[in-house]
């Protein structure tokens, strides 16, 4: 298996790193085999822990927050084949061993977390997240950030766009991952 790191920059100046962890395929659009678990022993402490925030966005899309070891198991029966990371911080040594292990290419288009309002996300980024989203030879894919909330839904909220969802819809979707915490500018980013 061979590890790859390429890092461009976008027009604004934003670094935008790929990073494969697999070669795959892409003439073989069946998913990859995952891992086999075995089976649960009656008193066995094998769990299926979905990641914060998981949920299904679509057909073969998920989303969620920051999926740690303790969701790995969880993550293999979702035969996952691209993971889109929407952090900028490397990616941890245990997930890129979960990837490799699993087939799973990463895609990791970092964003800053920004805690002030009115803080625009690079169109950029936004749009080489859609094109891996779109493209189902990535399927199925999971969608993420720290928590699954802003830089997650914003993504997810321009796809909706893109499948003709009225922004009432969007905004609400939007809404019930970031609960109290709402940003009117990432909103703002799903309008255009």
């Given at each position: 298996m061979?590890?790859?790191?390429?890092?461009t920059?976008t027009?604004?100046?934003?670094?935008c790193k790929?990073?494969e962890?697999?070669l795959?395929?892409h003439?073989?659009?069946?998913p990859?085999?995952?891992t086999?678990?075995?089976s649960?022993?009656?008193?066995?402490?094998?769990?299926f822990?979905p990641?914060?925030n998981?949920?299904?966005?679509d057909?073969g899309?998920f989303?969620?927050?920051?999926?740690?070891?303790?969701?790995f198991?969880?993550l293999?029966?979702l035969?996952?084949?691209?993971?889109?990371?929407?952090?900028?911080?490397?990616?941890?040594?245990?997930?890129?061993d979960?990837?490799?292990?699993?087939?799973?290419?990463l895609?990791?288009?970092?964003?800053?977390?920004?805690k002030e309002?009115?803080?625009?996300?690079?169109?950029?980024?936004?749009?080489?997240?859609?094109k891996v989203?779109?493209?189902?030879r990535?399927?199925?894919?999971?969608?993420?950030?720290?928590?699954?909330?802003h830089?997650t839904?914003?993504?997810v909220?321009?796809l909706r766009?893109?499948?003709?969802?009225c922004?009432?819809?969007?905004?609400?979707?939007?809404?019930?991952?970031a609960?109290?915490?709402?940003?009117?500018?990432?909103?703002?980013?799903?309008?255009?």
């Amino acid at each position: 298996m061979k590890l790859d790191h390429n890092t461009t920059a976008t027009s604004e100046g934003e670094m935008c790193k790929t990073i494969e962890v697999a070669l795959v395929d892409h003439r073989d659009l069946s998913p990859p085999s995952p891992t086999v678990l075995p089976s649960p022993i009656v008193g066995d402490d094998l769990t299926f822990t979905p990641p914060l925030n998981f949920a299904m966005v679509d057909n073969g899309i998920f989303r969620s927050g920051f999926p740690d070891s303790a969701n790995f198991s969880f993550l293999q029966t979702l035969g996952l084949r691209s993971i889109i990371c929407l952090c900028p911080e490397p990616y941890p040594e245990a997930n890129t061993d979960f990837l490799m292990a699993n087939g799973i290419r990463l895609f990791q288009l970092g964003i800053e977390g920004y805690k002030e309002p009115f803080v625009n996300i690079p169109e950029d980024t936004i749009r080489e997240a859609l094109k891996v989203v779109l493209d189902v030879r990535n399927h199925p894919v999971l969608i993420h950030c720290k928590r699954g909330k802003h830089r997650t839904g914003v993504v997810v909220g321009c796809l909706r766009k893109s499948q003709k969802w009225c922004l009432s819809s969007i905004f609400n979707e939007y809404q019930r991952f970031a609960a109290a915490k709402a940003r009117v500018s990432d909103q703002s980013e799903r309008e255009s």
